[in-house]
């Protein structure tokens, strides 16, 4: 256990609905990453948060995705009218960044998505 | 970001060291290497990183060419529970923010 939780483990939807995932970081950690990884592939970065500021957004975040980090903390990913191509693991990672720039992440256990 | 090579799979037996290989030849002079392993159904987990010097810690070490267009993780005593998917990654040091995975090395460890 890294200390970094995610809510739920495992979502099961039908094409066209709305899912959310919650991810709490470890505390204090500023920084807050969403990563996305298919069967056999390796993480795909999505965005990240440095305390409550969306600082990066990758080409795989489209127009139904939306993140956010209120307050800092907790963060939520909302997919909007799901479709089966977003069947995943959508995995979240924590990090306190310093003055280096080799700050360590820590993942939590993935939300595993299957949309029907 | 720069790109790392590694092998698809690679097998050790249970007691034995694991040399786990990555070719970065493009690396830039402010890369650092970086390797994370995923345990099955878990999120990745940070193993270690360097930039020049060979590094050591309790889970492994790095040893990294001279030229540093290469470079090796080393596993002394593999068990069991070293069975994963090892990533080699490349950061750059004025911005390591996001990782970028590739496929990765699958590890078999036979008992």
């Known amino acids: 256990d890294t200390g970094v939780s995610q809510d739920p483990r495992h979502k099961i939807t039908k094409r066209g609905q709305n899912v959310t995932f919650r991810c709490d970081p470890i505390?204090?950690?500023?920084?807050l990453y969403w990563y996305r990884q298919t069967l056999g592939q390796g993480p795909e970065f999505l965005t990240y948060?440095?305390?409550?500021?969306?600082?990066?957004k990758s080409r795989l975040l489209s127009d139904r995705f939306s993140a956010e980090r209120p307050k800092g903390s907790f963060s939520t990913l909302e997919i909007q009218r799901t479709e089966q191509g977003d069947s995943a693991m959508y995995l979240c990672?924590?990090?306190?960044?310093?003055?280096?720039?080799?700050?360590?992440?820590?993942f939590g256990p993935g939300t595993r998505l299957l949309v029907l | 970001d720069a790109k790392t090579t590694q092998p698809n799979s690679m097998e050790s037996n249970e007691e034995e060291p694991v040399h786990l290989p990555c070719n970065h030849s493009t690396i830039s002079g402010t890369d650092y290497i970086h390797w994370y392993r995923q345990l099955p159904s878990q999120g990745p987990e940070y193993v270690i990183h360097g930039l020049t010097s060979n590094v050591n810690n309790r889970m492994a070490s790095l040893a990294i060419a001279e030229d540093r267009k290469s470079s090796t993780l080393i596993l002394h005593r593999a068990t069991l529970r070293d069975a994963a998917v090892y990533y080699c990654i490349l950061r750059d040091h004025l911005d390591g923010n996001k990782l970028v995975f590739g496929a990765g090395t699958i590890l078999r460890v036979k008992s």
């Open positions: 505390s204090e950690h500023n920084r």
């Open positions: 948060f440095q305390n409550e500021a969306q600082l990066e």
């Open positions: 990672a924590s990090s306190l960044i310093g003055r280096g720039a080799q700050e360590t992440q820590y």
